[in-house]
């Protein structure tokens, strides 16, 4: 094992996070990532810790595929904050990947460490419409190398059925094979995944057919959903939000869509979610606030009670 392993090994020992581990050694945090890759393939079993900060450490442990992440948050923390997109679909001729430079730069202004990823990263080769990249390997080179950066921020990401062709066609993951060179792009699994916040969780997920949906149980009082790239809220015993599309691509051939994103405020009460917020962005040559949705969540928590 090399020196440099050996630093790396013991700072994550210490609670160090890839960012600073990357101050510390004046290396770039991808570097300290590869190097992390390393280390897991010389037999340490460790795992990645993501903190509402974006900080990332590590800790003695093996990772768990079970479509699930956490958030922690600090101890002060009584806010969540993200922004949520969807449905990119990089390689259609109506995809537009310099549309995350607008969500990245409205992140930043607003000091927002977290996007949530609601699935349809790439087209795929299988669907009908017009495609501007032919080849999935083309499509997640895309992904790789343009999808924007920034230190501050981490991407957890449901994937969708366009996503799941390529899996499921090509034996390509595509989750995994941009994670393997963007450490800050995360996937959750495919069509369900969970954020879990506090004590509370938030579900994303993202149809892939009925067959290949993973079992987790539609009740969490907060559904983030992928597919159908329309903004459109509900709110009964939970409080469900189609997110609308990140790309000029239609589901109705008649109909155009303007892209956007979700600005989502949440507030928690003794680790639970109590009230929630969420503004429907749109992007034009700015970004605007096209509409905003609310709900106490406490009282979505009491009627499913009763």
Not at 40 to 52: A, E
Not at 109 to 116: A, D, M
Not at 178 to 201: A, E, F, L, P
């Amino acid at each position: 094992m090399s020196e440099l392993n050996k630093k790396i090994i013991y700072l994550l020992f210490k609670h160090k996070s890839i960012q600073e581990i990357a101050q510390k050694l004046n290396i770039s945090e991808k570097e300290v990532y590869i190097n992390i890759k390393e280390i897991i393939l010389y037999g340490k079993q460790i795992r990645p810790i993501y903190y509402y900060d974006s900080k990332i450490r590590y800790e003695q442990g093996k990772v768990e595929e079970n479509n699930k992440e956490e958030i922690l948050l600090g101890p002060n923390d009584k806010t969540f904050r993200c922004l949520v997109v969807s449905d990119l679909h990089i390689g259609s001729a109506d995809a537009d990947i310099e549309l995350m430079n607008y969500v990245y730069d409205y992140a930043a202004k607003n000091e927002i460490n977290n996007i949530l990823n609601c699935g349809d990263l790439i087209e795929g080769i299988y669907a009908s419409g017009k495609k501007s990249i032919k080849s999935v390997e083309e499509q997640i080179e895309t992904v790789i190398k343009k999808h924007p950066y920034d230190k501050n921020i981490n991407v957890f990401a449901v994937l969708g059925n366009h996503d799941f062709h390529s899996y499921y066609y090509d034996n390509k993951d595509i989750g995994k094979i941009i994670h393997d060179s963007r450490y800050d792009i995360n996937s959750i699994g495919y069509g369900k995944g969970i954020i879990q916040v506090g004590k509370d969780n938030i579900l994303m997920s993202h149809k892939i057919g009925k067959k290949h949906m993973p079992e987790i149980k539609d009740e969490y009082r907060v559904q983030l959903i992928g597919h159908g790239h329309e903004m459109k809220t509900k709110a009964y015993d939970r409080f469900k939000i189609c997110v609308p599309t990140l790309s000029n691509v239609s589901t109705d051939i008649k109909n155009k869509v303007i892209p956007g994103f979700i600005d989502l405020r949440i507030e928690l009460e003794k680790n639970y979610f109590e009230f929630l917020e969420a503004k429907h962005m749109i992007v034009t040559n700015e970004v605007l606030e096209a509409s905003k949705s609310s709900c106490r969540l406490k009282t979505l928590y009491y009627n499913r009670k009763n």
